[in-house]
């Protein structure tokens, strides 16, 4: 039997860490990216049918850089509960989810524009680890150039009153950074601030 005092370690040094580039949107993406033929459609484009429940609403979101520039490369996913507050996930204890509901979803920014866009329902409110009930919000999960590792934020809405995530910030001035314009008709846009003055909260999760 080899004697492993025989082979000695070698440690390898670290790679080191690189920005997300054009191979995040094609292997995500691919119908966005021009290569057809690997699904219908990209998964996440599709979030609700004729039969969700909910008031159907349209979220546009733009990431901006430190210079005030959109993105144009970004790549978003947003998670979030149905109608009545339930997340589409098998450990869900409360009840079942809509079924017509995915929960899920995954956009690409415009490559003129930078916006990214989800056709989705307003979702309802989500217990907190104490039992309350947290103020109706969208999960949210940005890669794009300069970003080692994805960025998670929270989308709230403009008629946000009491929230126990929002109450813990240390600056309440900065809750800002985290809720949505809408402009009446179901429409919603929100921009998302990677540095600056307005640099959106990310949650370290």
Request: charged fraction near 25%.
């Amino acid at each position: 039997m080899p004697n492993p005092d025989d082979f000695p370690l070698y440690p390898f040094k670290e790679s080191p860490s690189q920005t997300a580039g054009p191979y995040v949107h094609i292997g995500l993406t691919p119908n966005f990216s021009g290569i057809t033929g690997v699904y219908d459609a990209d998964l996440g484009t599709v979030m609700i049918n004729d039969q969700t429940k909910g008031e159907r609403i349209t979220l546009e979101i733009c990431v901006i850089d430190g210079g005030g520039t959109p993105l144009k490369d970004a790549l978003v996913e947003i998670w979030q509960a149905d109608a009545d507050g339930l997340y589409n996930a098998r450990n869900e204890p409360r009840g079942e989810a809509d079924p017509n509901f995915t929960g899920w979803g995954r956009a690409a920014a415009d490559a003129e524009t930078g916006i990214l866009r989800f056709e989705t329902i307003k979702p309802g409110p989500v217990p907190f680890a104490d039992g309350r009930l947290q103020a109706p919000h969208i999960n949210v999960w940005i890669v794009a150039r300069g970003i080692n590792l994805g960025l998670s934020t929270r989308i709230y809405f403009d008629d946000t009153a009491d929230d126990p995530v929002l109450s813990r910030m240390d600056i309440q001035d900065r809750r800002a950074s985290l809720i949505a314009r809408g402009d009446g008709g179901g429409k919603y846009r929100h921009d998302i601030h990677l540095q600056g003055s307005l640099e959106t909260v990310f949650f370290d999760i």
